[in-house]
C-alpha cells in the first residue's frame, strides 16, 4: 500500500472550490464565495488545532509537541490572513460598487469606519492578526503557553460574519448561527489537525475515540441549528428548488448526509480498530484525508450559501 502524503490535504483546497463551483451552478453567490470557502477551511483548521492542544494541555507527554503545534499555528494563521485580506478587499469594493482595480484606499478606510460589515470584517482580520502574532512568538520563544487564546480568536474570527447576518434579526438568531459555525469549524479542524500533527499508532489510538465523541457532538449541533435556520430562512418547501439559496441548502445537506454515512462506517471500522492498536498509522491518515476533502465540498457550498442572497 502506498503511503500517504499529508500534502494531499491540499486535495481540501480542490474540494472547496468545487463546492462553490456548484454553489454557481445552482445559484448566483458572490464571487468573495471563493475565497470565503478557503478561508473558512483554513479558519476551521487553525481552531482545531488549537483544540486539539488544549485537549493535549497538562499530558505529561503529549502525542503532538508544542513546537509542531506553534508552527502549525504560525503557517496557518498566516495564510488564513491572506485570505482574510483579499476577501476584506473583496467585500470593500462590492459594498462601494467599484471594481477592485478602482478601490482606493480612502474608499477602502471608508468601507472600514462606516459601514457595518467592514467594521465586522475589520473586527475578524485583527483577531486574525493576533492570533497569528500570538502564535509565531510562541513558536520563536519555543513557549508553553496555552493554546486558548488563539482558540478564542479563532473562534471570534469565524463566527464574526454569520452572527451577524439574517438570523441576527431574530430571538437567539446570533448565537444559533454562532453554535452552527463553531460546530462545523470542530468537526473538520480537529480531524484536520490530526492529520496534519499525528504520527504513530499509539497517539492515533489515544485522540481518535476522543475526536469521534466531539464529533458526533458536532453533528447533532450542526443538524438542529441547520433545521431551524432553513425553516425562517424559507417562506415554504417550494423555495428549496424555486429560489438559488434553496438549490444550494439541498446540495449542502446532500453532502452532509454523504458524510455522516462515512462517518458511520469510519465509526463502526475505524475508530474501533485504532483504539485497540489494529489501525497502522498510515492507514488512519488515509481515512482522515478522505474525510477532511470530502468535508471540505459542505464547506464550499456553505461559503456558496452565505454569499447568496
Known amino acids: 500500500m502506498p503511503i500517504v502524503r499529508r500534502r494531499w490535504l491540499l486535495g481540501a483546497a480542490a474540494g472547496a472550490v468545487a463546492g462553490v463551483a456548484l454553489g454557481m451552478l445552482l445559484a448566483a453567490p458572490e464571487l468573495s464565495a471563493w475565497v470565503r470557502a478557503l478561508s473558512l477551511g483554513v479558519g476551521s483548521t487553525v481552531l ?3 483544540t486539539l492542544a488544549a485537549m493535549m494541555r497538562g499530558r505529561r507527554r503529549p502525542d503532538v509537541s508544542g ?5 502549525a499555528l504560525t503557517v496557518l494563521g498566516g495564510v488564513w490572513l491572506l485570505l482574510e485580506t483579499v476577501q476584506l478587499v473583496l467585500e470593500a469594493a462590492a459594498t462601494v460598487d467599484v471594481p477592485v482595480v478602482r478601490l482606493s484606499s480612502g474608499l477602502f478606510v471608508e468601507y472600514l469606519g462606516t459601514a457595518g460589515s467592514g467594521r465586522v470584517a475589520g473586527a475578524a482580520w485583527v483577531c486574525v492578526a493576533a492570533l497569528t502574532v500570538a502564535a509565531a512568538l510562541a513558536f520563536r520563544l519555543e513557549a508553553s503557553w496555552s493554546s486558548a487564546p488563539v482558540l478564542v480568536a479563532a473562534a471570534l474570527a469565524l463566527v464574526a460574519r454569520p452572527v451577524t447576518g439574517h438570523m441576527s434579526q431574530q430571538p437567539f438568531g446570533s448565537l444559533l448561527d454562532a453554535a452552527h459555525v463553531l460546530a462545523a469549524a470542530v468537526w473538520l479542524g480537529v480531524l484536520t489537525a490530526l492529520a496534519l500533527l499525528v504520527r504513530g499508532r499509539g497517539a492515533w489510538s489515544r485522540l481518535l475515540p476522543r475526536y469521534s465523541k466531539l464529533a458526533t457532538i458536532c453533528v447533532v449541533v450542526l443538524g438542529v441549528t441547520g433545521v431551524i435556520d432553513a425553516a425562517v430562512r424559507l417562506e415554504s418547501v417550494a423555495a428549496l ?3 438559488g439559496y434553496g438549490r444550494v441548502l439541498l446540495a449542502k445537506v446532500a453532502v452532509l448526509v454523504a458524510l455522516l454515512a462515512l462517518a458511520w462506517i469510519w465509526r463502526r471500522t475505524w475508530v474501533p480498530a485504532a483504539e485497540v492498536h489494529r489501525a497502522a498509522a498510515d492507514t488512519s491518515l488515509r481515512n482522515a484525508v478522505i474525510e477532511v476533502c470530502a468535508m471540505s465540498v ?6 456558496a450559501l452565505a454569499t447568496t442572497a
Open 298 to 303: 459542505a464547506f464550499g457550498l456553505a461559503a
Open 67 to 71: 513546537d509542531d503545534v506553534w508552527r
Open 48 to 50: 482545531g488545532v488549537a
Open 241 to 243: 428548488v424555486d429560489t
